[in-house]
């Protein structure tokens, strides 16, 4: 069945340092990929998605890319800074639609 | 910016009380979803509807109901809680069709004592 896996964290960051977090997914057909971002006591947020092989997904410097071949989507960010501390999820969803498939999450920290 | 919202934010109640989560959202969308968040932040899916009077469980054996009779109202029922029933409940949206992107409300943190 469709699954995502996800880097375990916690992730502790200094300012400025670079980010990754790795994840891998399995899934029939051609999903759509995405990573969603919480902050504290709150909901989840769009951070970005892809909905094809080779797209990029950006959006507030974090990049991630979607390969086929390798079946990943690691999200990246060159720096970052304390106000990304929070928890990231990689998900997707297969083009049944029904239902998203989410990673177990990754909590960053990141310190001045 | 998504326009679906969840409420109360917080609740505290007693063993054996009969409480409903409310979700709504102002998109049109179709599907809508509720999630159990551990402590540990994992989402567990706990039930979905496709539409009005569509309502189908989720991977995650839950007490709770739903209900589905406008479609923009998705509320979710405990019909006597427990201490087990404690955690954050997220409610979601999405368009019809596949590949759609869901969309969050803020949550509900329920504490049962």
């Known amino acids: 069945g469709d699954s995502v896996t996800q880097m375990e964290g916690p992730v502790t960051l200094s300012e400025e340092a670079f980010l990754t977090i790795n994840c891998t997914y399995t899934?029939?057909?051609?999903?759509?990929l995405f990573w969603y971002v919480q902050y504290p006591g709150e909901g989840l947020q769009l951070l970005l998605k892809?909905?094809?092989?080779?797209d990029k997904g950006s959006n507030k410097g974090f990049e991630a890319t979607y390969r086929k071949e390798t079946t990943s989507f690691h999200l990246e960010k060159g720096s970052v800074q304390v106000s990304d501390s929070a928890v990231y999820f990689c998900a997707l969803t297969a083009n049944t639609g029904n239902q998203f498939y989410f990673g177990t999450g990754t909590s960053l920290t990141v310190i001045p | 910016e998504a326009d679906i919202y969840q409420t109360p934010r917080y609740l505290v109640i007693g063993t054996g009380k009969k409480i409903t989560l409310e979700c709504s959202q102002t998109?049109?969308?179709?599907?809508m979803y509720w999630y159990q968040q551990d402590p540990g932040m994992e989402l567990h899916l706990i039930h979905y509807?496709?539409?009005?009077?569509?309502?189908e469980k989720g991977d995650l054996s839950s007490e709770s109901t739903v209900s589905r009779i406008r479609t923009e109202h998705f509320p979710l029922t405990l019909e006597s809680a427990r201490p087990s029933h404690t955690s954050q409940y997220l409610c979601a949206s999405a368009l019809a069709g596949g590949l759609e992107t869901q969309y969050f409300g803020p949550g509900t943190r329920l504490l049962v004592l």
């Open positions: 509807s496709y539409g009005v009077n569509s309502t």
């Open positions: 998109m049109g969308h179709d599907k």
């Open positions: 899934a029939t057909g051609y999903p759509s």
């Open positions: 892809a909905t094809k092989a080779d």
